[in-house]
T-cell receptor, first 114, second 113 residues
């Protein structure tokens, strides 16, 4: 039973560029949440997707957007990259009916903006 | 903003000793969870304690929750070098569909062989 799969594992982008990160949830899960973890900090909630709609959003600018597909996989898009966007981006999947009781995290995508 | 604050920020112990990590939070919660992270990679769920529970055990882990003091502690007994990692507490404020986790800044645990 595959867990949460994130791609790519590492990424280097130039300031001002756009980036797309991908997440495949654990089998049976229907909800995907994205977190940003800066170096030395705890993960910060970006947004959550369920039934292909953004259901909750943290304190992140509109440059951060997402999408969920019918197969429950998800993408995180960041436009106009800033140096401060350099971080580990974590995807967590869950079953909506269980809420936060059944979170499974992926290994993350390390984004470096230069 | 971060709901939880872990204490201490860093902890270094000898293999075989016990490690105690604390977490304080600010608002009422539905549940509190502890996660481990190795070398800046993915988070591994360790244990969850509900707001109406006071203590839970899982193998070498013991977690306590004091809702009156808005604090939790994680005890790792008989530590091993493999326990070296960062540990985070995360609070869940709401139930069901509106659940989301709010993490603290983490504790770096080093277990010396």
């Amino acid at each position: 039973d595959a867990g949460v799969t994130q791609s790519p594992t590492h990424l280097i982008k130039t300031r001002g560029q756009q980036v797309t990160l991908r997440c495949s949830p654990k089998s049976g899960h229907d909800t995907v949440s994205w977190y940003q973890q800066a170096l030395g900090q705890g993960p910060q909630f970006i947004f959550q997707y369920y039934e292909e709609e953004e259901r909750q959003r943290g304190n992140f600018p509109d440059r951060f957007s997402g999408h969920q597909f019918p197969n429950y996989s998800s993408e995180l898009n960041v436009n106009a990259l800033l140096l401060g966007d350099s971080a580990l981006y974590l995807c967590a999947s869950s079953l909506r009916s269980l809420g936060a009781y059944g979170y499974t995290f992926g290994s993350g995508t390390r984004l470096t903006v230069v | 903003s971060q709901q939880g604050e872990e204490d201490p920020q860093a902890l270094s112990i000898q293999e075989g000793e016990n490690a105690t990590m604390n977490c304080s939070y600010k608002t009422s919660i539905n549940n509190l969870q502890w996660y481990r992270q190795n070398s800046g990679r993915g988070l591994v769920h360790l244990i969850l304690i509900r707001s109406n529970e006071r203590e839970k055990h899982s193998g070498r882990l013991r977690v306590t929750l004091d809702t009156s003091k808005k604090s939790s502690s994680l005890l790792i007994t008989a530590s091993r070098a493999a326990d070296t990692a960062s540990y985070f507490c995360a609070t869940d404020l709401l139930t069901g569909a509106n659940s989301k986790l709010t993490f603290g800044k983490g504790i770096t645990l080093s277990v010396r062989p």
